[in-house]
């Protein structure tokens, strides 16, 4: 083995980006389902469900 292939084959796993497209899916996985998360538990808190009662009722009684 010449110096050349040895510093080509030193390079490949240097750079090699094996298996690097599923380890960024389940990041992504994981974050999307911790936000979703987040947003439902803001969503379904008592103060934000009486503020969009309030807009939907508010909105139903309107006259025009």
Request: proline letters at 0%.
């Amino acid at each position: 083995m010449t110096r050349t292939d040895l510093s080509d084959r030193l390079a490949a796993l240097a750079t090699d980006d094996d298996g690097m497209s599923t380890v960024e899916y389940a990041v992504g996985t994981i974050a999307a389902a911790a936000f979703a998360a987040l947003l439902y538990a803001i969503v379904s808190g008592d103060d934000v469900m009486a503020a969009l009662t309030g807009i939907v009722e508010r909105a139903l009684s309107t006259t025009v």
